[in-house]
């Protein structure tokens, strides 16, 4: 259904207790994505990204603003929206093909088509031999990638990635990255992508969301044009991750464009 | 995960697996022994007091030939398991219920952490006046001295269930039951296989404790307190190996279903 | 196979217990409010208050015999006998000194050859495999062969009660010293310490926690003995105490004299738990 999957943020802060002093990790986060459009997120260290993607899935309920999935409040997790976690978080005692299925546990499909749609999903990341291995069998980037298979499992109308492929080596990340856009285009499945690779971030997203740090907040909001997000040689291309890439200076502490913000 | 996990032996401690060094250990006892036999042999030392190793084995031999011994024995496992299926049987639920359960945590977790404080063979004559001297006595003691390790440990596994997977859960939209089955009962299963080798070793006290101070029916302890009344020095020893081989057989026995249940570990 | 499970399951048993006072997940944050402490407080003595009212209704409307379980009325008032006729300080007062010689004899051979064990791969090797084969046999499987050999006074209790302690405090030392990273020990390597410079200013720090958690098992292991040979061969102490109330079936005498155990017992263990505690304190940051 293309109508599903619009997702709003209005106005949200989110703050923070830290030894006694208050941080606040978001300010005035407003925006909004429409059905099936992907949104990748670049900001410095510590500017709130994955704690934005917290409050949209719905684990921290804590918050000011308003955060609509369809136009409805959100109430907790639910299995329309999916995260990869920064962290892997597996489930060391489950095997691969297990930890995968434990995003149908919910689904009412019948036995034999979850054991099909686990084994696509791990082949689809390339995992289709290590099925009975266990997490801490993998190396790091293939246990993101079971992560990966596990939150497309079901097919959330919303996905959500918090530097999914950090931990890959550039071959498995480029590939993987192809795989998630057609995925994510042929599903219609909406998808904010938190990434450090503004490369990765232009080539996936529809948008870029540029955040600063101290308080975490959107600095600006790049369209990507279709086709400068295609070719990675093109000029348009390079353009585009020169802007974001100032722009992203501008917020960064280390940096002397601070003074400019 | 962090809460339990094995530490193996740092630094020099592991190359003592070299085959030829094992067999050090044994130099010490196999000297000890050559002593004592030696010392009853030779009359240095009364032999009601230390009997030779021959006397002993002939004590073992002669109380297996008239099936005694082989009583006594079933006696004191059937007791000991009995007690201690019990005690973890209501130790895992209670101890999973406290860890889970913020509210049991703050309403009943002080209550259970003030009760294990009186040392268990103080509920002896407590229980002995509740369910007599018999069987059914011993077994709840039994019972009682599994049900703490059981749960403290079960208790402590529980409440420290990873949050980052907890999260997972949650944003799996798991079902309580799937929630316990798949996430809390495993994160938590070492802690409880050391509750329960724990309460196997306690158990193990406890028959032994029971059958001194209920002095009915067949029993090791039964048979250690005969020896000690009738001043049978090569019983009293003899039962002294038994409770010991017995209690390393059952430990063995916990650690081998221990490390077919956690195979994840061992990676 | 030269760790038997027993050493690793009270070693498990100290982390798992240790990582229960580091902190609890949920549970006050450093620094709660003051008000914070007496709703915990008070959460904790509903529960107890509770059954502590149901006993008492049960007994004042007799709807358990008191041969089964006396009004607590009944046992205040024979505490509040024993206390004022100075019966209860005289009879705990023997079992503490027991419970204190004993641990000390137990906890001081148990950290000598715990030390030796640890540093030595000699000593370890020859000693480890007969100890912890000894270990296996409970405590209690002692007695009948002590009280031949010693008779039943004094000295039975006090040994039954030193080797109680010194399973665990033998164990966690060495384990202690066995367990200090081989990356600390590399450190001072590199840093070309000698013998007493890497004892004094590695293996002992490093190993100390765990070494005290052993002394801590060592004396609630000690406690638990106490109890054991007192009901079975003492004309003195709180463990005779319970015997006596026992024979002549006075279950208030019982019931008193196992809370007054309780309570010796507790404080014994949370002494040594602050103690134990502060030590551990630069372990928080890791964890
Ligand atoms: N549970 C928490 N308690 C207190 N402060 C928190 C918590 N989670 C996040 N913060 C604070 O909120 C701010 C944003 O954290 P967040 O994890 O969202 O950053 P991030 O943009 O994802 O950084 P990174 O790129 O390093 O992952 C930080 O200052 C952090 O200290
Ligand atoms: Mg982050």
Known sequence: MPDQGTLEIRNVFKRFEVAGRTVEALSGIDLSVAPGEFVSVVGASGCGKSTLLRLIVGLDRDYDGEILLDGRRLAGPTLDRAIVFQEHRLFPWLRVEDNVALGLLKSALPAPEKRKLVREHLELVGLSAFAGAYPAQLSGGMSQRVAIARALVNRPDILLLDEPFGALDALTRAYLQAELRRIVRSEGITAVLVTHDVEEAIFLGDRIVVMHPRPGRIAEILPVDAASGQDRASTSFAHLRETVLTGLGAGHPALPGRLAA | ?267 | MTNLDLDRVAFEAAVAERYRLSGRRFGARAGAGVAKRAGTIAAALIFPASLFLVWQVASLFDLVPAQILPDPRLVLATFREFYDTGDLAFHARISLLRVLQGFALGAGAGLLLGIAMGLSRRVREFVEPLFLALAQVPALGWIPLVMLLVGIDEALKVIIIAKAALIPVTINTSRGILNVPRSYREVGEVLTFGRWQTLTRILAPASVPTVFTGIRYGLTNAWLALVAVELLASSEGLGYLMVWGRQLFQLDLVIMAMIVVGVIGFLLDWSLGLVERRLQRWEAAGS
């Not at chain 2, 050090?24 to 009601?48: F, K, Y």
């Open chain 2, 1 to 267: 995960m962090s809460a339990v996990t094995i530490i193996p032996p740092a630094g020099e401690a592991a190359a003592t697996t070299e085959p030829k060094r094992r067999w050090n250990g044994l130099i010490l006892p196999a000297v000890l022994i050559l002593l004592w036999e030696g010392a009853s042999q030779s009359g240095l030392v009364d032999d009601r007091l230390l009997p030779s190793l021959g006397t002993v084995a002939g004590r073992g031999w002669s109380e297996l030939a008239d099936g005694r011994l082989a009583v006594d024995i079933a006696s004191s496992l059937a007791r000991d398991v009995s007690g201690f299926a019990i005690g973890s049987a209501l130790g895992i639920p209670v101890g999973l219920a406290l860890g889970l359960s913020r509210t049991l945590d703050r309403f009943v977790g002080p209550t259970f952490n003030a009760a294990k404080q009186i040392a268990v063979f103080a509920w002896i004559p407590l229980i002995s006046v509740w369910f007599g001297v018999g069987e059914a006595a011993k077994i709840a003691f039994i019972a009682l001295a599994a049900f703490t390790p059981v749960v403290v440990n079960t208790w402590a596994g529980a409440r420290s269930v990873p949050r980052t997977l907890g999260e997972v859960a949650d944003v799996l939209a798991l079902s309580r039951w799937q929630r316990l089955t798949r996430l809390e009962i495993p994160s938590a299963l070492p802690s409880i296989f050391v509750g329960l080798q724990l309460g196997l070793i306690y158990s193990w006290l406890a028959t032994v404790g029971a059958e001194y101070f209920m002095t009915i029916g067949p029993g090791i302890g039964g048979l250690m307190t005969e020896g000690r009344e009738h001043f049978h020095m090569d019983l009293v020893i003899l039962g002294v190996l038994l409770l010991g081989g017995i209690g390393l057989g059952l430990n063995k026995l916990a650690a081998l279903m221990e490390t077919s249940a956690l195979r994840w570990k061992r990676y």
